[in-house]
T-cell receptor, first 116, second 113 residues
């Protein structure tokens, strides 16, 4: 069964520092992978996605993520964090190319706080 | 393109009542999924509709139901509300549905008293 873990429940970083949010997944085939961000009281916004090809994917707001098949990981990174990046971040895994009836499974989320 | 819209944004109901939430997906998207988000349980999948058919269903009691219309708009209904149904209900639309990328609405905050 698909599953997603985000080992860090809460992370605090200083503004301007680099950021890495961890994500591990369990899936039998090559998954679709996503990162979403949620500001308080809002819906989720898609930051980036991986379907195939280059394992380093660029997203919006200066974020990038790297797919590592050997480690079943899809970690999110940003070289310099801004105060406005404080939010909840969700990693998610979806169906492979061979099925269209799976659903997207979301991780528990990592809450990011940014110190000015 | 306009994004996903959800109405109402906020709702206060009394235990035992029923409620209907509405979701209008992005134009051209035929898949609509519903999620319940609470601080304790996180994001939980309720169900997905694609072209008016329910394709997937999460592990929720029968009090939670939904439907999708021919214009892809979707409604979610919760009958006999319980205090534990207080949550943020999120709707997401997708072009292809299933495990593909989803675009979320702002949510409906339901409070049951």
């Amino acid at each position: 069964a698909q599953s997603v873990t985000q080992p860090d429940i809460h992370i605090t970083v200083s503004e301007g520092a680099s950021l890495e949010l961890r994500c591990n997944y369990s899936y039998g085939a090559t998954p679709y992978l996503f990162w979403y961000v949620q500001s308080p009281g809002q819906g989720l916004q898609l930051l980036l996605k991986y379907f195939s090809g280059d394992t380093l994917v660029q997203g919006i707001k200066g974020f990038e993520a790297e797919f590592k098949r050997s480690q079943s990981s899809f970690n999110l990174r940003k070289p310099s964090v801004h105060w406005s990046d404080a939010a909840e971040y969700f990693c998610a895994v979806g169906a492979s190319l061979k099925t269209s009836y799976d659903k997207v499974i979301f991780g528990p989320g990592t809450s990011l706080s940014v110190i000015p | 393109k306009a994004g996903v819209t959800q109405t109402p944004r906020y709702l206060i109901k009394t235990r035992g009542q029923q409620v209907t939430l509405s979701c209008s997906p992005i134009s051209g998207h035929r898949s609509v999924s519903w999620y319940q988000q609470t601080p304790g349980q996180g994001l939980q999948f309720l169900f997905e509709y694609f072209s008016e058919t329910q394709r997937n269903k999460g592990n929720f009691p029968g009090r939670f139901s939904g439907r999708q219309f021919s214009n892809s708009r979707s409604e979610m209904n919760v009958s006999t509300l319980e205090l534990g149904d207080s949550a943020l209900y999120l709707c997401a639309s997708s072009l292809l549905g299933g495990g593909y990328e989803q675009y979320f609405g702002p949510g409906t905050r339901l409070t049951v008293t």
